[in-house]
């Protein structure tokens, strides 16, 4: 910003100084926004294929946008506020990443029947433990606990393995990948309370994957839990 740009433009060169710079994704090279005035000096294009209309806080937009279409009726116009261009952008953003989305769910999933396997394994291997553990007056409550919180802290250590992997692969794609093949990128963005509600989600699922674990590690027959080995 401040620094002096020199552009050939059909009028000959012209010392254009940059005031701001922004990100853009609609072209692969960017946009060079000059003020109408400028641009008419150097350039002989006078058509408009586009305008922004800024409107101050306690006004309405239905009104503005039926008063231009009236008043440039002969022009064939489209009208989006902001709010409106966002929710047609998240749109086509949700189809094209609707197989990720898919994708997510099954990860999801896999992990989730790994965690089940897990601890059933777990119950399996400590079969002595666990009738040791009722013989010195642990109740079966106190077992479907134990196990319980075993799932809880395998989902938790799973999620935040989960967010750091996905962190290393988001800036590998993102500053590597993603400049190598289109010579652009993407800002990072954490959405925190997206990804608060993900692990709050998967430690949930994470406890009721121990369910059924816990309900068998609890009617174990102490007697023959300790008579395996």
């Given at each position: ?55 101050e806080d306690n006004i309405r937009l239905d009104p503005i946008r039926k008063e231009v279409l009236k008043s440039l009726k002969d022009h064939r116009l489209i009208i989006r506020s902001n709010t409106e261009l966002k929710h047609q952008v998240l749109e086509v953003f949700d ?135």
């Amino acid at each position: 910003v401040g620094d002096t740009l020199k552009l050939q433009t059909p009028n000959g060169p012209a010392q254009i100084e940059v005031g701001a710079i922004y990100f853009d994704y609609s072209r692969e090279r960017g946009y060079i926004i000059l003020d109408r005035t400028t641009f008419l000096n150097y350039y002989r294009e006078t058509n408009i294929n586009s305008f922004v209309i800024y409107l101050e806080d306690n006004i309405r937009l239905d009104p503005i946008r039926k008063e231009v279409l009236k008043s440039l009726k002969d022009h064939r116009l489209i009208i989006r506020s902001n709010t409106e261009l966002k929710h047609q952008v998240l749109e086509v953003f949700d189809q094209t990443f609707a197989i990720t989305y898919s994708l997510e769910i099954i990860a999801m999933l896999v992990a989730v029947l790994g965690l089940f396997n897990t601890l059933i394994s777990l119950i399996l291997e400590r079969k002595r433990e666990i009738g040791i553990l009722r013989f010195i007056g642990a109740f079966t409550g106190q077992i479907k606990r134990m196990v319980l919180i075993e799932a809880g802290i395998l989902g938790l250590v799973g999620s935040a393995m989960g967010f750091v992997a996905g962190v290393v692969v988001s800036y590998i794609l993102i500053f590597v990948i993603n400049k190598q093949s289109f010579g652009w990128t993407i800002q990072v963005h954490f959405p925190i309370l997206f990804i608060l509600v993900m692990v709050i989600l998967f430690w949930g699922i994470s406890l009721l994957s121990g369910l059924y674990p816990a309900r068998l590690a609890a009617k174990l027959n102490p007697k023959e839990a300790v008579r395996v080995e």
